[in-house]
């Protein structure tokens, strides 16, 4: 069994995928994972791999956060104009589902 993959058949298989994603449109954003086992190798204890990988198409490139915490973080969220919510602020959202769920799509993550 051979332990790499061949250019090609990598190239082959992204080939597929990418022409399946344009004969049949979805209405969300696609995206792919890559998943590698690497065997004997102990990450804590081996630190062979080390580096980054700069992608070639940026995944997201508005990608919209919103800082929840305390008064002290708050302040520091607004000074870098970073969207940020105070405990009392979540308080007040508590029983309102809408207003939830209004909050949640228009940021990517907390």
Request: with cysteine.
């Amino acid at each position: 069994m051979s332990t790499k993959v061949p250019k090609e058949t990598l190239y082959e298989c992204v080939g597929a995928v990418l022409k399946g994603s344009e004969d049949k449109p979805r209405k969300f954003l696609e995206s792919v994972d890559l998943q590698i086992g690497l065997k004997n190798y102990d990450p804590q204890k081996d630190k062979r791999f080390s580096g980054t990988v700069k992608l070639k198409h940026i995944p997201r490139n508005k990608f919209k956060v919103c800082i929840l915490g305390d008064q002290a973080h708050c302040d520091e969220a607004n000074e870098l104009g970073i969207a940020c919510m105070s405990a009392d602020e979540l308080k007040k959202l508590n029983k309102d589902k809408k207003k939830v769920k209004k909050l949640a799509k228009s940021f990517d993550a907390f």
